[in-house]
């Protein structure tokens, strides 16, 4: 049978480049399942044989295991991480009139959940070296509507949540935070995911904890807006009560394949993250003495998760090539800041300058537990060789 095709962003087995290499995937899925392959053979034995697909004991133990995980109290499982933060927001009551500021560098998902829920977005620039929002932008995008705030702890790099969350709690707002690629990263020694109100998480094949499919849950200490998010995400469901509906609802739950899949897989992240990081720092060595490729800094205070390791290059398009052609594979995250995406510019107002320079710079090179030294050496010198071209 011929490789299906993959998904961007996915896993590679490839052949060999022109050069004779083995190409470097831009993320090596398959060899993290192969570290757990006997637990998820195990979960979809037991899965399939008790036919607990929706709701059971293998959801209960996921959202268990991921409350305690985050120190929280309360996991809702969620059909995905675009669907928990649209029910965050709407358990934690933002709506229409609601203002709620994001940042203009991150997925779209970010955006697409505040207008989801008929309230305003409004974008923020970002901090230059770390490319995430401060609580100094918050404070500058304030009005008297604003409502929420959305942190989010992108490329794995928590945000600096006391002086955000600070700013946020002088002024009445609510701290959702999109931790979707910040599992096991921490701010001050506090995990991603523990600062706001309630945080959601996106557990996409690519995450640093991922599903075999779509998946996300919310993590909050408030047991109303647990009982509201778990009542929203399955129909408006009254707890205990069948085919009654307390408000209106969506279909949005987790489902028990996927999260026994995800309880299997848990033991390994701290130890996965510990790789992810010592491949950055290999990368930090090598890419040291190397005019041309700027790392994205890590704040004094932040342990990353390294969900992605970004540089910034001047000329992005020819250095994306190049390495292309030498077996390198590499993303761009982002490539249109949020507030300049043509479906979303009714709510663009000023220039974000730090947010559309780097849009136009950033560049994320392999990265993952099972990235060894010589493939990140062999990264590092193919970068090094294209970035002297594209001079
Ligand atoms: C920062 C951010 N927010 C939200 C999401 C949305 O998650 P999902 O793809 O599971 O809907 C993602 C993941 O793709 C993300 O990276």
Redesign the pocket.
């Known amino acids: 049978m011929n490789a299906p095709p993959r998904t961007p962003d996915l896993a590679t087995h490839a052949d060999e480049t022109a050069r004779g290499e083995r190409p470097v995937a831009f993320l090596d899925i398959a060899a993290m399942h192969e570290e757990v392959r006997d637990d998820l053979d195990a979960a979809w034995r037991e899965v399939t044989a008790h036919s607990a697909f929706v709701g059971g004991p293998w959801l209960e133990r996921f959202e268990a295991e991921w409350a305690a995980y985050c120190g929280r109290a309360y996991c809702v499982g969620m059909?995905?991480?675009?669907?928990?933060?649209i029910i965050a927001l709407r358990a934690a009551g933002i709506g229409p009139g609601d203002e709620v500021v994001v940042p203009a560098n991150?997925?779209?998902?970010?955006v697409e959940?505040v207008l989801a829920v008929g309230a305003r977005p409004v974008f923020t620039d970002v901090a230059p070296d770390t490319l995430l929002m401060t609580g100094a932008h918050l404070a500058a995008a304030l009005t008297p509507s604003t409502a929420a705030v959305i942190p989010?702890?992108?490329y794995g790099q928590p945000v600096a949540m006391d002086e955000l969350c600070a700013v946020a709690r002088r002024h009445g707002l609510l701290v959702i935070e999109?931790?979707?690629?910040a599992h096991g990263a921490t701010w001050e020694g506090r995990l991603a995911g523990s600062f706001g109100e309630v945080a959601?998480?996106?557990?996409?094949p690519?995450?640093n904890l991922g599903a075999l499919g779509?998946?996300?849950a919310i993590v909050t200490d408030d047991a109303s807006i647990a009982e509201a998010a778990r009542s929203i995400g399955n129909h408006g469901a009254a707890p205990g009560l069948r085919y009654v509906h307390a408000r209106v609802g969506v279909n949005s739950r987790l489902d028990g394949l996927q999260a026994a899949f995800l309880s299997a897989k848990l033991p390994r992240l701290d130890a996965w993250n510990a790789q992810r990081a010592r491949a950055a720092g290999w990368y930090d060595r090598a890419l040291e003495g190397v005019p041309g490729a700027t790392p994205v800094r890590i704040a004094e205070g932040a342990r990353s998760s390294h969900?992605l390791y970004v540089v910034r290059v001047a000329d992005r398009a020819a250095v994306q090539a190049q390495l292309a052609r030498d077996g390198i594979e590499t993303g761009i995250?982002y490539p249109i800041p949020c507030h300049l995406q043509e479906s979303y510019r009714d709510f663009a107002t000023d220039r974000l300058p730090v947010a559309e320079l780097a849009a136009s710079q950033v560049l994320s090179l392999p990265m993952g537990p099972h990235l060894d030294e010589t493939q990140a050496q062999r990264v590092c010198d193919a970068l090094t060789r294209a970035i002297g071209r594209a001079d």
């Not at 991150?106 to 970010?110: E, L, S, V």
């Open positions: 059909a995905n991480g675009t669907d928990a933060l991150t997925f779209i998902a970010t959940a989010v702890h992108l999109d931790a979707a690629q959601a998480f996106s557990f996409y690519g995450k779509d998946a996300g969900h995250h």
